[in-house]
């Protein structure tokens, strides 16, 4: 059974930084690839990055390129996302997801991420 957990969210004006941490647990962490995916309210959840499994390849959504940053440290069993600059638009219920594979699959359903956090919400004001 794989258990995933988020922390690090808050309340922070627009232009300021939050770091998102993540740990998963009951399974080979650093074999797998992850991701972080938002969900705004009244909005589908989308998707915000990716990371392979050793964290030589990332991806991120066109919205957040230059302003977010994804890395993971194995030996910790964690993945971060450090957010920079962020606006009113980020406001969102984060999660953390953990694949069934070492690399992403964009083309698969939710970039092939089987399991999911509850979430941690941000919000940014203007």
């Known amino acids: 059974q794989v258990q995933v957990v988020e922390s690090g969210g808050g309340s922070v004006q627009a232009g300021g930084s939050l770091r998102l941490s993540c740990t998963a647990s009951g399974r080979i962490f650093s074999a797998y690839a992850m991701g972080w995916f938002r969900q705004a309210p009244g909005k589908e959840r989308e998707f915000v990055a990716t990371?392979?499994?050793?964290?030589?390849?990332?991806d991120y959504a066109d919205s957040v390129k230059g302003r977010f940053t994804i890395s993971r440290d194995n030996t910790k069993r964690a993945l971060y996302l450090e957010m920079h600059s962020l606006k009113p638009e980020d406001t969102a219920v984060y999660y953390c997801?953990?694949?069934?594979?070492?690399?992403?699959?964009?083309?698969?359903?939710?970039?092939?991420?089987?399991?999911w956090g509850k979430g941690t919400q941000v919000t940014v004001s203007s």
């Open positions: 990371i392979n499994w050793s964290g030589s390849t990332t």
């Open positions: 997801s953990v694949s069934t594979g070492s690399s992403v699959d964009p083309s698969a359903d939710d970039y092939g991420m089987r399991y």
